[in-house]
């Protein structure tokens, strides 16, 4: 599965968007982008995953480049609940997650 | 959503016994379970896939003999870590992938186990 890198953490206001960034530029046509985040001393929970298109679900969108070698995570109005690592994992179909170091997101009041 | 079950949720055992983890997916069948391990501060590292009615794969480093792994049914995987010692404790969490998934197989996971080996 190919390499992601995440900035090790970021800061966003309550009730403002968090946009958090993941570069994936040895990405195969195969590989899908998940998201993952790991509320602390839980396992993680699945947000959202995406080939090629953006995708939106209750929890977050994903915006993924045209060349497919970075995407964004968004979370449109994030709350104290939404502190958490964040984990963006390229994976091809079957194969087992893999986790990096992620980004600890922690959301202000 | 799919939910899957750990048990004990925490445990604390004195050093050279062993213990026993439970691993349930609750309502949908899972042929693969995965085992991590997460020390504090660190990312999930995998230990393990567990495919049930066969052996357990084990990633390099991890040792088998030590990290026993059980797959017996479509619901249930169980983790055993034998003689335990004060380094093993560390949280441990389990993963089960929807029998069902198409290609891009989702995985969910249970909510951990706390070990603490004295």
């Known amino acids: 599965d190919a390499k992601t890198t995440q900035p090790p953490s970021m800061d966003c206001a309550e009730g403002r968007a968090a946009n958090l960034p993941c570069n994936h530029s040895?990405?195969?046509?195969?590989?899908?982008v998940y998201w993952y985040r790991q509320i602390h001393s839980q396992g993680p929970q699945y947000i959202i995953h995406?080939?090629?298109n953006n995708e939106t679900n209750e929890m977050a969108s994903l915006i993924i480049t045209e060349d497919r070698k970075s995407s964004t995570l968004i979370l449109p109005h994030a709350t104290l609940r939404d502190t958490a690592v964040y984990y963006c994992?390229?994976?091809?179909?079957?194969?087992?997650?893999?986790f990096g170091e992620g980004t600890q997101l922690t959301v202000n009041p | 959503g799919a939910v899957v079950s750990q048990h004990p949720s925490r445990v604390i055992c004195k050093s050279g016994t062993s213990v026993k983890i439970e691993c349930r997916s609750l309502d949908f069948q899972a042929t693969t379970m995965f085992w991590y391990r997460q020390f504090p501060k660190q990312s999930l590292m995998l230990m393990a896939t567990s495919n049930e009615g066969s052996k357990a794969t084990y990633e390099q480093g991890v040792e088998k003999d030590k990290f026993l792994i059980n797959h017996a049914s479509l619901t249930l995987s169980t983790l055993t870590v034998t003689s335990a010692h004060p380094e093993d404790s560390s949280f441990y969490i389990c993963?089960?992938?929807?029998?069902?998934?198409?290609?891009?197989?989702?995985?969910?996971f249970g909510p951990g186990t706390r070990l603490t080996v004295t």
């Open positions: 994992i390229a994976r091809s179909g079957g194969s087992r997650l893999t």
């Open positions: 040895t990405i195969s046509g195969n590989e899908y």
């Open positions: 995406g080939l090629k």
């Open positions: 993963s089960a992938r929807d029998l069902t998934g198409g290609l891009s197989y989702e995985q969910y």
